[in-house]
């Protein structure tokens, strides 16, 4: 069985004060792709590990299916990991590396030879069986290792930062074999990143860490549209989000976030929620996401425009092949929005910007955590 399940797990390193991975309960479904993601430190290399069999469990427990494997052996937990460094053997074929795990295990040389060629198969290498690694890509050297974890045909598969040593275009390249893969063998996998690119892209499920704690576990959907925190807000999503703080002020029926210079309209649906939970007169934090900024007027009813608008001074452009960002500056703070590639806009020149604020998050001041 595929499953795995985390039950308050702990890992505190001999002689360290914090906790690497701090009670950790997670249960993942046969058949997920589920990716942890977060900045370096926080832990996810160490949960994996721990899962592996390679680092021992300070506190809590961890079953694969039905068996708590807390004490049992790496080899004997019906996993396949692959890492970074691929770690091939220079000496032997690629034939040899990958069917090397198989003759540890006794296999009867035609099983091997089925599994091997079935597994050169899935990822495009047959024809290069013979060649030693050094005389392959990065790519194909990435695959091979893929094949070494294939053959196994473990319960889980376990990915830890398998695309970092490659370059971007192979890393897209790499990303999407994976997710064949995945596509083709429906096995369980558990893949570390720190890429949110990755995490969004790969992931059924995503697990945002940070210093060993979970901070949201949802859909690529749900992390990048309802964010559980202001750091899930910002580190999921590129460029990241824009956050400002400003007072919730709502009389009349009508409500606004307000800052020193501006005052922007919030649509009654967006404010029930805010005044529900008593955030009225208190300072909140709004994050708007560079794609929900509006700076045509067409876009916006007259009277919308007008509520929602600032001025701001374009810093600096930035084109990234289809999308375009700028870099404002409204005399109180920095923003980027994304704008269409086509339309001119020039460094050092004011432009009216309106936000959508019905999608705008708003989070509080002291906890971080979204309020809606
Ligand atoms: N063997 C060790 N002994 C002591 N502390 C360790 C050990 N390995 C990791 N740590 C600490 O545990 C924390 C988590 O490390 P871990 O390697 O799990 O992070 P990570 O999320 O995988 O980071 P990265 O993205 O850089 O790989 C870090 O603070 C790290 O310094
Ligand atoms: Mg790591």
Redesign the pocket.
């Known amino acids: 069985m595929g499953n795995v399940t985390f039950q308050h797990v702990s890992k505190r390193?001999?002689?360290?004060k914090?906790k690497?991975?701090n009670d950790f309960s997670l249960k993942v479904e046969e058949g997920e792709f589920l990716v942890l993601v977060?900045?370096?430190?926080?832990?996810?290399?160490?949960?994996l590990?721990m899962l592996a069999g390679l680092e021992d469990i300070t506190e809590g427990e961890i079953y694969i299916g039905d068996k708590l494997v807390n004490y049992v052996s790496s080899k004997d937990r019906n996993i396949s990991m692959v890492f970074q460094n691929y770690a091939l053997y220079p000496h032997m074929s690629v034939y040899e590396n990958i069917a090397f795990g198989l003759r540890l295990r006794k296999m009867a040389k035609a099983d091997i030879h089925e599994r091997v060629t079935r597994a050169a198969k899935i990822l495009e290498i047959e024809s290069h069986l013979s060649k030693q690694p050094k005389q392959m890509s990065g790519g194909q050297r990435q695959r091979v290792a893929l094949g070494r974890a294939i053959v196994r045909e473990p319960a889980v598969f376990l990915f830890?930062?398998p695309l970092s040593n490659l370059d971007a275009k192979l890393r897209v390249q790499m990303r999407e074999e994976i997710g064949k893969l995945y596509r083709r063998l429906k096995t369980t996998m558990i893949y570390?990143t720190?890429d949110q690119i990755e995490a969004m892209t790969m992931g059924t499920r995503i697990v945002v860490?940070k210093e060993?704690l979970v901070q949201q576990v949802a859909t690529p959907e749900m992390i990048y549209t309802r964010p559980a925190n202001m750091f899930v807000a910002g580190f999921i999503g590129s460029p990241p989000m824009n956050f400002m703080h400003g007072k919730f002020v709502s009389m009349d029926g009508a409500s606004f976030f307000e800052t020193k210079r501006y005052s922007l309209l919030i649509p009654e649906e967006r404010a029930k929620p805010l005044i529900k939970a008593g955030y009225e007169g208190k300072v909140i934090v709004m994050g708007v996401r560079a794609e929900d900024a509006i700076y045509k007027k067409e876009e916006l009813s007259l009277e919308a425009f007008i509520s929602t608008q600032f001025e701001a001074v374009i810093e600096m452009r930035e084109l990234l092949g289809s999308d375009v960002y700028l870099y404002l500056y409204n005399k109180e703070q920095r923003l980027v929005i994304r704008v269409d590639p086509r339309a001119r806009f020039e460094e050092g020149k004011t432009i009216q910007v309106g936000l959508d604020m019905n999608r705008a998050h708003f989070f509080d001041k002291a906890t971080e955590e979204l309020i809606c």
């Open positions: 390193y001999a002689g360290e914090r690497s991975v977060g900045p370096s430190g926080c832990g996810k290399s160490t949960l590990r830890d930062e570390v720190h860490m060993g």
